[in-house]
């Protein structure tokens, strides 16, 4: 093919060389073809006038890729260069851009070399959420796994109730028709659902999940059944020599810690989410739980019974842990017996909210709780949510004075609680959390915290930190103003932080904001 300056043959050379752009095999004959072509093309370009430099250049990349010196090695030498490439995966999802799946789609060749890649297909995140046929789905995700060879499995979900029926109508239970198979095998579950059983998991022989190192199992209908087993410990957490991450998130479910027989002294990250553990046997847990790093729990129950036996308690000293989320029963008026034996050094992130957020009576904030904690702790924290109280205005200034370091602050005062207008004074001018870098808050009304707000980007500098997200929740506030929404969202302008409008969703520290990718 001789590349001529006619514009009939232009038209010709731009169909031709798009063929040579692809990563199927040559055979001799095409690839001394191609050669040819690649040479004609650069001593063309040499000389080109500049409206044919572009398709030139084009013809000239097209060449290369099919003479591209990987097309030389045979599909086993391939497969080990991609196997040391990828690499051994990490807990942490991979990136939306991995690159890896895409090349699967370009030739016979490929599919056949990424198939072959075991680091390729044990990472696997199921988007049921707006998946049509969640069952091929599941059938798909076998197919994957078995290209896993012996490799540490890690296996996500998202979910939707239309899914959940749709596998429960044709009899598919995703722990044991996925889970099950591969669970010696499996380094990482995390499985979220809304209605479907999670109670197969707890009925696993001892010694099947030797790998695990993370167990996360949420769903808001059936509860789990620890109710009608005996007190013996479930054999499943038996051998669990490599698990440290133990998330359970149920529908108010009680727990018998004793029956669950986690290991509790190797954990470092434990959260009991909605879910009822007598207030005793948390603390009993939390003795045992000297590597703990992160804390989540429910205490829905706490009454001057227990409150007389907290206060008999010694002292826990939790070293290690930095993270502390403790939601309370609406009807637990002082919480400071739970949190009294607490002894919390290394904490930096606070999080402490009644239960049932969005269906709540008046919930008075417990300010000798939370002082009481900090004297004996002695923490600087960078992070504290405080959801959902009434906090009187000299409580909640003392707690901004007191925390020059925070840089997150969450702040959902309940129902209509207006910000104290001093507060506000002293938060916009950069008197109170001089190092505040995220702001999330519900508002009543707000345009005084608007005012407070716009100081307070405007005044970023060397003394005060710049803002980088406010988040404000609008749960109640279906009648703010087009034009107070419009002053929020213009904060963003010329640099300013990241603004979000949102209504409420039931959020924890432990929840993980990284991209996934999403297979449907």
């Known amino acids: 093919m001789v590349h001529h300056r006619t514009r009939t043959s232009k038209s010709k050379s731009r169909v031709d060389h798009s063929i040579w752009r692809t990563n199927s095999l040559l055979s001799r004959a095409e690839a001394s073809q191609v050669a040819?072509?690649?040479?004609?093309?650069?001593?063309?370009?040499?000389?080109?006038?500049?409206?044919?430099?572009?398709?030139?250049?084009a013809q000239i990349d097209s060449y290369k890729i099919a003479l591209a010196p990987h097309k030389n090695l045979p599909p086993e030498v391939l497969g080990l260069i991609f196997t040391h490439a990828v690499g051994t995966p990490i807990i942490l999802p991979p990136s939306k851009d991995e690159p890896c799946l895409a090349i699967a789609g370009t030739c016979r060749l490929w599919?056949?070399?990424?198939?072959?890649?075991?680091?390729?297909?044990c990472n696997i995140f199921l988007d049921f959420s707006y998946c049509p046929h969640p069952v091929k789905l599941l059938q798909y995700a076998k197919l994957w796994l078995s290209r896993s060879e012996n490799t540490s499995i890690t296996l996500r979900n998202s979910t939707s109730r239309w899914s959940e029926t749709r596998m429960q109508q044709l009899n598919v239970h995703p722990i044991m028709d996925l889970v099950a198979p591969y669970l010696g095998r499996c380094r990482e579950i995390d499985m979220r659902f809304f209605e479907a059983s999670i109670d197969e998991f707890f009925t696993f022989p001892a010694g099947s999940i030797d790998r695990l190192e993370v167990l996360y199992l949420e769903t808001l209908g059936f509860s789990m059944p620890f109710g009608s087993v005996a007190a013996e410990p479930l054999e499943v957490f038996r051998s669990a020599p490599s698990l440290r991450h133990v998330l359970f998130s149920t529908d108010l479910c009680s727990i018998d810690p004793n029956v669950l027989g986690l290991p509790w002294a190797q954990l470092t990250s434990l959260h009991f989410i909605a879910t009822y553990i007598p207030p005793l046997a948390m603390h009993a847990i939390l003795r045992e739980s000297t590597s703990l790093v992160e804390c989540s729990c429910s205490i829905i129950q706490l009454d001057s019974t227990l409150s007389a036996a907290l206060a008999r308690l010694p002292e826990c000293t939790l070293p290690a842990l930095r993270t502390l989320m403790v939601e309370f029963s609406p009807q637990t008026t002082d919480y400071?017996?739970?949190?009294?034996?607490?002894?919390?050094?290394?904490?930096?992130?606070?999080?402490?909210?009644?239960?049932?957020?969005?269906?709540?009576p008046q919930c008075l904030w417990s300010q000798p709780a939370y002082t009481g904690l900090l004297a004996r702790s002695r923490f600087r924290l960078n992070r504290l949510a405080i959801l959902h109280y009434m906090v009187d205005a000299v409580d909640l200034e003392a707690i901004l004075v007191g925390m020059p370091d925070l840089r997150e602050l969450h702040l959902y005062l309940w129902e209509r609680t207006e910000w104290d207008e001093g507060i506000l004074n002293k938060l916009g001018e950069g008197e109170i959390l001089p190092n505040l870098e995220t702001l999330t808050f519900s508002t009543y009304p707000l345009g005084g915290v608007l005012d407070a707000l716009e100081r307070r980007v405007a005044g970023a500098g060397r003394r005060v930190a710049k803002l980088k997200a406010l988040n404000m929740a609008v749960t109640w506030r279906h009648d703010v103003p087009e034009d107070q929404m419009a002053r929020f969202m213009r904060l963003a302008e010329g640099g300013g932080p990241e603004c979000r409008a949102f209504t409420h969703t039931r959020a924890y520290a432990h929840d993980r904001t990284s991209t996934q990718i999403r297979i449907s």
């Open 336 to 360: 400071a017996p739970f949190l009294r034996p607490l002894v919390l050094p290394a904490l930096t992130d606070l999080e402490l909210r009644p239960l049932e957020a969005g269906f709540l």
């Open 111 to 121: 599919r056949s070399v990424i198939l072959n890649v075991p680091h390729l297909w």
């Open 36 to 57: 040819d072509l690649l040479l004609h093309a650069e001593a063309e370009l040499r000389t080109a006038q500049e409206h044919d430099r572009a398709l030139l250049t």
